[in-house]
């Protein structure tokens, strides 16, 4: 069964806070902080091949729609600390929290337009985690913010065969976006969905 992929990208973008910026101006890191044009891009890019390829992974509500929006801010590790203590009750630095809009009961309507969610990065904890992982700040980011996105499409991480899924399937979105380094291990325990009650 065809679906159509042409859809538009509206992309609610919050750059990171020039002093959260350490990375030297003109670099990719530093225009995926603080440009959403690149992870426009990047999601386009990425939605086409999830809705494209992924099948019953994917919310049928993206099937034929025509416009697909989210957010993603990037923040430092004291607000995503209160946001992850305020939705999850674990007041902790993490690296990435998706809020999801979707709701996965929701019959698909007549609207053309689908509203995914919210994406937030903490840029300090990102740093952190690329310097661990021996790889650059782009990468990271990129690692990170695919990780929220496929939350916000109603994946998750139950159990290991289901991690594994969602990392490999990471790794093509991330290797898509013109970055391939091997990530090595990864811990994603803290990189959870958040569905905020109603």
Do not use: Y
């Amino acid at each position: 069964m065809s679906h159509t992929t042409t859809f538009t990208i509206d992309l609610a973008f919050t750059p990171a806070a020039q002093e959260l910026i350490q990375c030297a101006e003109g670099t990719d890191a530093h225009q995926r902080l603080s440009q959403g044009e690149p992870w426009e891009a990047t999601l386009h890019l990425w939605l086409h091949h999830l809705i494209s390829a992924c099948g019953d992974s994917t919310p049928n509500q993206l099937m034929d729609c025509e416009e697909i929006s989210l957010g993603l801010q990037f923040v430092d590790d004291a607000q995503i600390t209160a946001l992850n203590g305020r939705w999850r009750d674990k007041p902790r630095a993490t690296d990435v929290l998706s809020f999801s809009a979707l709701e996965a009961e929701m019959p698909p309507d007549s609207s053309t337009s689908i509203e995914l969610g919210d994406i937030v990065v903490s840029v300090p904890t990102a740093e952190r985690q690329a310097l661990e992982q021996e790889h650059s700040l782009e990468r990271e980011l990129c690692w990170l913010v695919s990780h929220g996105l496929l939350h916000l499409l109603g994946w998750d991480h139950p159990d290991d065969s289901k991690l594994e899924a969602m990392l490999q399937c990471q790794e093509q979105l991330v290797a898509m976006a013109g970055i391939v380094q091997s990530h090595g291990e990864i811990n994603c325990e803290s990189a959870d969905e958040i569905t905020p009650e109603s």
